[in-house]
């Protein structure tokens, strides 16, 4: 089971429908998770980093069109029927997103929330269920859990509700936990018991996470392997300590050079000239190149470069790949 | 900083400042007795989370929100009371740079419009042509193409409204600019880049800043002098080096070690001190010390006496009654605070 992958993607290609042509979100992106470890999805708004998720779960908008191959626990998704799809996900599969309002209903009391997934998909009675909320509720660190199960929602502070999502993504034990940008909303202090509480309950239950970030910090502490994701593609993949200390790719170095160090005195910030594509307007070519500072020759304006290893391991799709430094940060 | 002058004189003062804002669930105490001076030339940055106060105290530099107590000074002048028309005068002394620009402009002005606006609100240019060369020139200021001018602010790139919004700030002149949270809905790529403008545009001509985030690597970045708040009170300032060295409050010093760093050994083997629970209700702040709640150091002491800001260094103030010995005994034996 731990060499097998829990969620894996290849080749997986979302295209959405809008009024001003065919967006395309995701293109052609492969990836996998195992039990036990962490994938993060990095990249800026647009990159496509949370569509992919959402395509390989099934939950992509309906104006989408998505290909690929994805498979959940072995089991090929496109196989099965929509209903068994939706059940396999409910079973196996956990969700936290950055606002837990989209998550639960403003007019049931948290612990009813969680326990209706129990109820689905365990096979548990209204009362095990109650009593299997307030087990969860005090695993994701809720004070006198046993009174906040009859809480709403609006009576719990953001990071609590935030808590009771991830107490209900967890409920049934799943085999993935999908976080997309779970901590952006809250304050640094409350982001920091968050991070710790997932890491914690991954380590209890084994489960395989895809963490969606932004945040390159946040990234450098959770995360097994990182996929740097650019105008719907991955540009740099790899373990998260090679991709960081050794970025190939000028849009990862230059990501990771942009942040303020305090503790480099630095008055001028690297920056990155322009903003990110939207999904609509696409360059031809390496879709990073109109803002890259090494573009070298007219290559990288017509042909996309392909996805290719720098290490073992670790790929990168440039045709100028940043040498290995040893010390470069 | 390094290299830059900044003279004494204060631009604005804020003196034992308190904004409440009466509730069905009782008083907010949003602004709890806040005393500060940002001087000509400087960067003061205001850090805090949601519920601090800082962008309360922001606002009320502006006379945004009504003082409940205290005093607001600007340029030397008490502007506490002043009239709704004399408040005129003032925002065009202290001009405001808001988080969402999308939010912030009108979405059917062109941005010259937008940009225009202040010249004429203020009576800036003597004629239309005058005001379309100030507004070209401001224009050039913050790295805009003169023929966005034309353009709505839904054509625009988040960036490019920032720069808007910070155009349109630099319009009046103002003594002083209020930046509240001027990155944070920004991509990564794009915060470098108004980081960037915002330190050269007050480099070029010798701007003021009252620079409000939560994000302590951008304030640091950004100021000569940083305040920290908590619960609607300053709980430490001083130079942003001395602090993100030697925090001497409990609170600064956990704030910094949550903050993440994109350096995978070292985030993960990071002494970090988590703060159990949530930041209490300004409504009902705790006894005593406020940070007592939720400090791994808190004492008996805390609960009786409410700690005033003191000096404990040059330039640097702490309000703990335990301030320094307390950050050193959390760091010696850093204590995870029990799950709350």
Same mark, same amino acid.
């Given at each position: 089971?731990?060499?097998?992958?829990?969620?894996?993607?290849?080749? +997986?290609?979302?295209?959405?429908?809008?009024? /001003?042509?065919?967006?395309?979100?995701?293109?052609?992106?492969?990836?996998?998770?195992?039990?036990?470890?962490?994938?993060?999805?990095?990249?800026?708004?647009?990159?496509?980093?949370?569509?992919?998720?959402?395509?390989?779960?099934? +939950?992509?908008?309906?104006?989408?069109?998505?290909?690929?191959?994805?498979? +959940? %626990?072995?089991?090929?998704?496109?196989?099965?029927?929509?209903?068994?799809?939706?059940?396999?996900?409910?079973?196996?599969?956990? $969700?936290?997103?950055?606002?837990?309002?989209?998550?639960? =209903?403003?007019?049931?009391?948290?612990?009813?929330?969680?326990?209706?997934?129990?109820?689905?998909?365990?096979?548990?009675? /209204?009362?095990?269920?109650?009593? /299997?909320?307030?087990?969860?509720?005090?695993?994701?660190?809720?004070?006198?859990?046993?009174?906040?199960?009859?809480?709403?929602?609006?009576?719990?502070?953001?990071?609590?509700?935030?808590?009771?999502?991830?107490?209900?993504?967890?409920?049934?034990?799943?085999?993935?936990?999908?976080?997309?940008?779970?901590?952006?909303?809250?304050?640094?202090?409350?982001?920091?018991?968050?991070?710790?509480?997932?890491?914690?309950?991954?380590?209890?239950?084994?489960?395989?996470?895809?963490?969606?970030?932004?945040? %390159?910090?946040?990234?450098?502490?959770?995360?097994?392997?990182?996929?740097?994701?650019?105008?719907?593609?991955?540009?740099?993949?790899?373990?998260?300590?090679?991709?960081?200390?050794?970025?190939?790719?000028?849009?990862?170095?230059?990501?990771?050079?942009?942040?303020?160090?305090?503790?480099? =005195?630095?008055?001028?910030?690297?920056?990155? *000239?322009?903003?990110?594509?939207?999904?609509?307007? +696409?360059?031809?070519?390496?879709? $990073?190149?109109?803002?890259?500072?090494?573009?070298?020759?007219?290559?990288?304006?017509?042909?996309?470069?392909?996805?290719? *290893?720098?290490?073992?391991?670790?790929?990168?799709?440039?045709?100028?790949?940043?040498?290995?430094?040893?010390?470069?940060? | 900083?390094?290299?830059?002058?900044?003279?004494?004189?204060?631009?604005?003062?804020?003196?034992?400042?308190?904004?409440?804002?009466?509730?069905?669930?009782?008083?907010?105490?949003?602004?709890?007795? !806040?005393?500060?001076?940002?001087?000509?030339?400087?960067?003061?940055?205001?850090?805090?989370?949601?519920?601090?106060?800082?962008?309360?105290?922001?606002?009320?530099?502006?006379?945004?929100?009504?003082?409940?107590?205290?005093?607001?000074?600007?340029?030397?002048?008490?502007?506490?009371?002043?009239?709704?028309?004399?408040?005129?005068?003032?925002?065009?002394?202290?001009?405001?740079?808001?988080?969402?620009?999308?939010?912030?402009?009108?979405?059917?002005?062109? !941005?010259?419009?937008?940009?225009?606006?202040?010249?004429?609100?203020?009576?800036?240019?003597?004629?239309?042509?005058?005001?379309?060369?100030?507004?070209?020139?401001?224009?050039?200021? !913050?790295?805009? #193409?003169?023929?966005?001018?034309?353009?709505?602010?839904?054509?625009?790139?988040?960036?490019?409204?920032? #720069?808007?919004?910070?155009?349109?700030?630099?319009?009046?002149?103002?003594?002083?600019?209020?930046?509240?949270?001027?990155?944070?809905?920004?991509?990564?790529?794009?915060?470098?880049?108004?980081?960037?403008?915002?330190?050269?545009?007050?480099?070029?001509?010798?701007?003021?800043?009252?620079?409000?985030?939560?994000?302590?690597?951008?304030?640091?970045?950004?100021?000569?002098?940083?305040? !920290?708040?908590?619960?609607?009170?300053?709980?430490?300032?001083?130079?942003?080096?001395?602090?993100?060295?030697?925090?001497?409050?409990?609170?600064?010093?956990?704030?910094?070690?949550?903050?993440?760093?994109?350096?995978?050994?070292?985030?993960?083997?990071?002494?970090?001190?988590?703060?159990?629970?949530?930041?209490?209700?300004?409504?009902?702040?705790?006894?005593?010390?406020?940070?007592?709640?939720?400090?791994?150091?808190? #004492?008996?002491?805390?609960?009786?006496?409410?700690?005033?800001?003191?000096?404990?260094?040059?330039?640097?103030?702490?309000?703990?009654?335990?301030?320094?010995?307390?950050?050193?005994?959390?760091?010696?034996?850093?204590?995870?605070?029990?799950?709350?």
């Amino acid at each position: 089971m731990t060499d097998e992958a829990v969620l894996s993607v290849a080749d +997986l290609t979302v295209t959405i429908g809008t009024r /001003r042509g065919a967006a395309r979100a995701v293109a052609g992106v492969d990836w996998s998770v195992r039990a036990g470890q962490t994938l993060a999805l990095v990249g800026e708004s647009g990159s496509g980093k949370s569509m992919s998720v959402l395509a390989a779960t099934g +939950l992509a908008p309906r104006a989408a069109r998505v290909t690929g191959d994805v498979r +959940l %626990l072995g089991t090929d998704l496109a196989t099965l029927s929509a209903a068994r799809r939706r059940r396999m996900r409910g079973r196996h599969v956990g $969700f936290v997103f950055q606002d837990p309002m989209t998550s639960l =209903n403003p007019v049931l009391t948290v612990g009813r929330q969680i326990g209706e997934a129990s109820e689905a998909h365990l096979g548990l009675t /209204r009362r095990a269920a109650r009593a /299997r909320a307030i087990e969860m509720l005090e695993l994701v660190g809720i004070p006198s859990a046993a009174e906040r199960v009859d809480a709403y929602p609006h009576q719990l502070s953001g990071g609590m509700r935030q808590r009771a999502v991830i107490a209900m993504a967890l409920v049934c034990e799943p085999d993935l936990l999908i976080a997309d940008e779970p901590t952006t909303a809250l304050d640094v202090t409350t982001q920091a018991q968050i991070v710790e509480l997932v890491a914690d309950l991954q380590r209890r239950l084994g489960t395989a996470v895809v963490w969606i970030s932004h945040d %390159l910090g946040v990234v450098a502490g959770l995360a097994d392997t990182v996929a740097v994701m650019y105008g719907g593609r991955i540009v740099e993949q790899g373990a998260v300590d090679a991709v960081f200390a050794e970025p190939a790719h000028p849009y990862t170095a230059a990501l990771l050079a942009a942040r303020p160090d305090p503790d480099a =005195n630095v008055t001028e910030l690297v920056t990155i *000239p322009g903003t990110p594509p939207s999904p609509l307007e +696409l360059p031809e070519g390496c879709a $990073f190149w109109p803002r890259c500072s090494v573009r070298g020759d007219s290559r990288c304006e017509r042909e996309l470069p392909p996805l290719v *290893p720098v290490a073992a391991g670790h790929q990168v799709r440039t045709f100028y790949p940043r040498q290995p430094t040893g010390e470069d940060r | 900083m390094t290299g830059k002058s900044v003279a004494t004189d204060a631009v604005a003062e804020l003196t034992d400042l308190a904004v409440r804002f009466p509730t069905p669930a009782g008083v907010v105490r949003a602004v709890d007795g !806040v005393s500060l001076k940002v001087r000509r030339g400087e960067t003061l940055g205001l850090v805090g989370e949601s519920g601090s106060g800082k962008s309360t105290t922001g606002l009320a530099l502006l006379r945004l929100v009504e003082p409940t107590a205290g005093t607001v000074q600007v340029a030397g002048q008490d502007v506490t009371r002043w009239s709704r028309r004399r408040l005129r005068r003032l925002r065009r002394r202290v001009a405001m740079v808001f988080q969402d620009p999308q939010a912030s402009l009108d979405p059917r002005h062109t !941005v010259g419009a937008s940009i225009a606006e202040p010249l004429a609100v203020h009576r800036l240019a003597a004629s239309g042509a005058a005001r379309r060369d100030r507004v070209a020139e401001l224009l050039d200021l !913050v790295g805009l #193409r003169r023929d966005l001018a034309e353009r709505h602010p839904h054509e625009l790139s988040g960036g490019q409204r920032q #720069r808007v919004g910070i155009a349109r700030a630099l319009a009046g002149e103002p003594d002083l600019i209020v930046l509240d949270e001027p990155i944070a809905s920004l991509d990564l790529s794009v915060q470098a880049q108004i980081m960037n403008l915002l330190r050269g545009l007050q480099r070029e001509l010798g701007l003021t800043y009252l620079f409000i985030a939560h994000d302590l690597a951008a304030v640091e970045h950004m100021s000569d002098r940083v305040a !920290v708040m908590y619960l609607g009170r300053i709980v430490e300032s001083g130079a942003p080096a001395q602090i993100w060295r030697e925090p001497a409050h409990p609170y600064t010093a956990a704030l910094l070690s949550a903050v993440p760093v994109a350096d995978p050994p070292v985030q993960r083997s990071r002494q970090r001190i988590i703060l159990a629970g949530d930041v209490p209700s300004p409504i009902d702040p705790p006894t005593g010390c406020r940070f007592r709640t939720r400090c791994p150091q808190a #004492r008996p002491d805390c609960a009786q006496t409410d700690p005033v800001l003191v000096e404990i260094g040059t330039g640097h103030e702490a309000a703990c009654l335990f301030a320094g010995e307390a950050v050193r005994a959390m760091r010696a034996e850093p204590v995870n605070a029990p799950s709350p």
